[in-house]
């Protein structure tokens, strides 16, 4: 697979936690990805994800404000001009944006797969926030069960 890759790539040696979550969640789940969030801020692991359903997003949000050093793996071409929000943790070396699609103009279904495959491969541990039923994301945490983690109703 041809990769691109800005930022620190020491992330990669570093204890990775991947982040997965439905487009489609229930509102207890969202409270529970919030909380998960918080957890992570604390800790020394490193978060990777794609962070493209909504939930990801806040997800990544609430990182990149804790100062968590993140890994964002992203389904198409490399940034042209990087997003505001990614500046000031760039700069801070706790950051690597990875692209698993170099060529692709925009996200598909093809590069999504291949990107959270990929995603899932090197992460030493999977948290899914929540998982829809007819999502793409149950085959991964089938795949990947031995690591994998739903986020569930404590």
Same mark, same amino acid.
């Given at each position: 697979?041809?990769?691109?890759?800005?930022?620190?790539?020491?992330?990669?040696?570093?204890?990775?936690?991947?982040?997965?979550?439905?487009?489609?969640?229930?509102?207890?789940?969202?409270?529970?990805?919030?909380?998960?969030?918080?957890?992570?801020?604390?800790?020394?692991?490193?978060?990777?994800?794609?962070?493209?359903?909504?939930?990801?997003?806040?997800?990544?949000?609430? /990182?990149?404000? *804790?100062?968590?050093?993140?890994? %964002? =793996?992203?389904?198409?071409?490399?940034?042209?001009?990087?997003? !505001? #929000? $990614?500046?000031?943790?760039?700069?801070?070396?706790?950051?690597?944006?990875?692209?698993?699609?170099?060529?692709?103009?925009?996200?598909?279904?093809?590069?999504?797969?291949?990107?959270? /495959?990929?995603? *899932?491969?090197?992460?030493?541990? %999977? =948290?899914?926030?929540?998982?829809?039923?007819?999502?793409?994301? !149950? #085959? $991964?945490?089938?795949?990947?069960?031995?690591?994998?983690?739903?986020?569930?109703?404590?």
């Amino acid at each position: 697979m041809q990769m691109e890759y800005l930022g620190n790539r020491k992330l990669l040696e570093s204890r990775k936690v991947a982040f997965f979550c439905s487009r489609i969640v229930s509102s207890g789940a969202i409270l529970r990805c919030y909380d998960w969030t918080t957890q992570m801020a604390d800790s020394s692991n490193v978060v990777i994800g794609g962070f493209q359903s909504k939930i990801e997003k806040d997800v990544l949000h609430f /990182l990149l404000k *804790s100062r968590q050093p993140v890994i %964002i =793996v992203i389904a198409r071409r490399m940034y042209k001009e990087l997003p !505001n #929000e $990614l500046t000031n943790p760039m700069n801070e070396g706790r950051l690597l944006i990875i692209s698993t699609s170099p060529n692709a103009v925009r996200v598909s279904k093809d590069t999504a797969n291949k990107r959270n /495959l990929y995603i *899932s491969e090197i992460a030493d541990e %999977i =948290v899914f926030g929540y998982i829809s039923k007819d999502s793409s994301l !149950n #085959e $991964l945490f089938q795949k990947f069960k031995e690591k994998s983690t739903l986020l569930r109703e404590r």
